[in-house]
């Protein structure tokens, strides 16, 4: 399909899996994933954590880029291309808005931790952490919650380098970020985990993350794995779609998703041989989310020998990571105003850009203790977590599962053997729907 703002496209395939790397590796990777690792069996929880990658999210995640690849438009308009070709109403293209307003809800929480990264950094290079006791740097979060104008001042400046990256255009600005993204994550990594040998307790962190635990794989773990793997590669958030309709003609598309899973599943490990030994090194329990990242991991670094420097590494790379996911998220909506409104790229990035800072700046101020707003953070994760993606990704992979006509999906994936693409389509149709299903209820029971 011809768009009257045609979208451009990348020149390699490395452009295309490097932009999608960028996209994956986020914050749940940087904490969640080693966290639920070492907390849920170990072992058992990273084989069910690698079979629902492998038999739903990047079944997924290669349909949605199929119908980018198809329509070479803004998610909405290729939902809409992909329809007409299968003989259905263009009435699909709002899975492709929904799914761009899905993105912007996650980015609108995911830019206050992606400014919080900056802070830490900020403050570990200048040596606030150095000697700091848990209760220091516990205070120190505290005041920051407590004080949403400062938390904005970062915030906004994150999101307007998020801004100024889209509205610099596909190659000059999404290409561009990609290569700097994945060659500095794996850079930064390599630095980190250098530090975490040399002054961190790795027997520790690898009986942690590593060992056989079947006492704590429960019933629910199953679920949690299943959820981290839909998640981790953005599925259902219409990133596939956009970033699809960017990939160079020609392409293995899914052999290049595939890529993307397996430098996802290495970043998250790495994230994990990283942060644990130096935790226990400085004999602190291990926690999960916000008070992992930001309590305990600045006391650990800001205790260490030339901790702080490498503390401040680690929240850039924190901050890169953030970075790559925040223009993919805001890419759909985007794209979307450049095609369905000719606007220039400029203004709809800034117009795009502005709805996530006032998200954002909501999430802030609910924070605030006594904040009147103290449950939009709940109620916006529950939304898009725990309904909208489960929901968009399951309409991904029933409309190209069921409704497209195989020899069409085997012209855009005609890169790959008979047997991938077989084992895809059946995948597609009858594992990743029921997977998707009994998650998003589990999920729902559950509160996300």
């Known amino acids: 399909m011809q768009s009257p703002n045609p979208p451009g496209a990348w020149r390699s395939r490395s452009t ?7 996209a994956a590796v986020g914050l749940g990777n940087l904490w969640r994933f080693a966290y639920l690792l070492g907390s849920h069996g170990g072992t058992p929880f990273l084989v069910a954590y690698l079979a629902t990658l492998l038999l739903v999210a990047v079944p997924v995640v290669i349909a949605e880029v199929a119908i980018g690849s198809l329509g070479r438009a803004a998610p909405p ?16 293209g709002a899975w492709g808005l929904l799914a761009a307003a899905t993105a912007l809800g996650v980015l609108g929480y995911g830019a206050v931790v992606g400014g919080w990264s900056l802070t830490f950094a900020w403050h570990l290079a200048r040596g606030t952490f150095a000697a700091a006791s848990p209760r220091d740097v516990s205070a120190f979060l505290e005041g920051l919650l407590a004080a949403p104008w400062r938390m904005l ?16 255009g596909v190659r000059r600005g999404l290409g561009a970020l990609a290569w700097l993204v994945v060659p500095s994550i794996m850079a ?12 961190g307790d790795l027997a520790a962190a690898q009986a942690f993350l590593f060992s056989t635990q079947p006492l704590d794989f429960r019933d629910d773990v199953l679920f949690v794995a299943f959820g981290q793997a839909l998640f981790t590669l953005g599925a259902g958030l219409a990133v596939g779609i956009s970033y699809g309709g960017y990939a160079p003609e020609r392409q293995p598309l899914g052999r290049s998703v595939l890529a993307v899973a397996v430098f996802d599943s290495a970043a998250a490990l790495a994230a994990g041989v990283a942060i644990f030994p130096v935790i226990f090194a400085n004999n602190i329990a291990p926690d999960m989310g916000p008070a992992l990242l930001f309590v305990s991991l600045p006391y650990a670094f800001g205790n260490l020998r030339e901790g702080d420097a490498y503390g401040m590494l680690f929240f850039l790379l924190v901050a890169l990571a953030a970075l790559g996911t925040a223009v993919a998220l805001l890419e759909p909506a985007v794209a979307t105003l450049c095609q369905r409104l000719r606007w220039r790229r400029w203004q709809s990035a800034l117009a795009v850009g502005l709805v ?3 998200l954002a700046l909501a999430v802030a101020f609910s924070l605030a203790p006594g904040s009147p707003f103290a449950g939009f953070l709940p109620l916006l994760e529950q939304a898009t977590t725990a309904w909208l993606i489960p929901v968009g ?7 190209v599962g069921w409704c497209m006509d195989p020899a069409l999906l085997r012209r855009e994936l005609y890169r790959e053997s008979d047997h991938f693409f077989q084992a895809w389509l059946l995948q597609l149709r009858f594992v990743a729907p029921l997977v998707l299903l009994v998650v998003w209820f589990w999920l729902a029971a559950s509160g996300g």
Do not use: E, P
């Open 393 to 399: 990704a399951l309409a991904v992979a029933t409309f």
């Open 356 to 358: 996530a800072w006032l």
């Open 153 to 168: 001042a970062w915030q906004s400046l994150f999101l307007a380098t998020a801004v100024a990256v889209s509205a610099a």
């Open 77 to 92: 308009m290729a939902w809409s291309a992909a329809a007409r070709r299968a003989r259905l109403g263009a009435g699909w």
């Open 16 to 22: 295309f899996v490097f932009a999608l790397a960028g």
């Open 188 to 199: 930064l990594f390599w630095l980190l985990i250098d530090f975490a040998l040399a002054h």
